[in-house]
């Protein structure tokens, strides 16, 4: 297995709602991310899981928080969201945690997410 | 400041024509270029990946090219195909963080039957 999965597709939610976004990958990757990317806008690192701890908090406002159940799942818990958060989510995992630079990304399809 | 320039911003050719896309960085210190390609709506999927000494990689039809001394990266496609219509983004890692890989903005190529 060679890709990272996201679930779901696309995701509507209103200002008041909690859901979350789900990302899997099995290749052993140690180190996860979170990225926001809006239309036309290259992908804005949000959050970066290492050996399962979180490594990085690029400043991501409290209504996003993320949690790594294990190595090979992440998830982004979305609680109060601002209509202006409406963009494509994208997770990406890499094989190292350490070096983080140094080590390729894969990229999961990303989770189209409106906030009406 | 850490930055990842391409040019142009967009692109549009007619299928089966070659294009070149460019990538300037001033990212220092440096560790690798990568070259994505981004369909509309879906992640990144990556085309090739050089570190320092190397000056060129291909990919099938796609070959890139880096020149370290200048902090320039090119990436050629040939005989072009509708499927190649996507973003393409080159991404500068620096150091072992993750906060220092650097996304260009990426051009947006069209392929026009």
């Known amino acids: 297995d060679t890709e990272v999965t996201q679930t779901p597709k696309h995701l509507v939610m209103g200002m008041t709602n909690k859901k979350s976004l789900k990302c899997e990958q099995h290749m052993g990757h140690r180190a996860m991310y979170w990225y926001k990317q809006k239309a036309k806008k290259p992908p804005e690192l949000m959050f970066v899981?290492?050996?399962?701890?979180?490594?990085i908090n690029e400043s991501v406002p409290s209504r996003f928080s993320p949690e790594c159940p294990n190595s090979s799942l992440l998830n982004l818990h979305l609680h109060a969201l601002q209509p202006e958060d409406s963009a494509l989510y994208l997770c990406?995992?890499?094989?190292?945690?350490?070096?983080?630079?140094?080590?390729?990304?894969?990229f999961g399809p990303g989770t189209r997410l409106t906030v009406l | 400041k850490n930055q990842v320039e391409q040019s142009p911003q967009s692109l549009i050719i007619l299928e089966g024509k070659n294009c070149t896309l460019q990538c300037n960085y001033t990212v220092s210190p440096f560790s690798n270029l990568r070259w994505y390609k981004q369909d509309t709506g879906r992640g990144p999927v990556s085309l090739t990946i050089?570190?320092?000494?190397?000056n060129t990689k291909s990919n099938g039809r796609y070959t890139a090219t880096l020149d370290a001394d200048t902090k320039q990266s090119s990436l050629h496609i040939t005989a072009s195909q509708l499927s190649d219509s996507a973003s393409y983004i080159c991404?500068?890692?620096?150091?072992?963080?993750?906060?220092?890989?650097?996304f260009g903005s990426g051009t947006r190529l069209s392929i026009r039957p």
């Open positions: 990406a995992s890499s094989l190292m945690g350490g070096g983080l630079g140094n080590n390729e990304q894969f």
């Open positions: 899981y290492s050996y399962e701890k979180l490594s």
């Open positions: 050089m570190t320092f000494s190397e």
């Open positions: 991404v500068v890692s620096g150091d072992s963080s993750a906060s220092k890989i650097i």
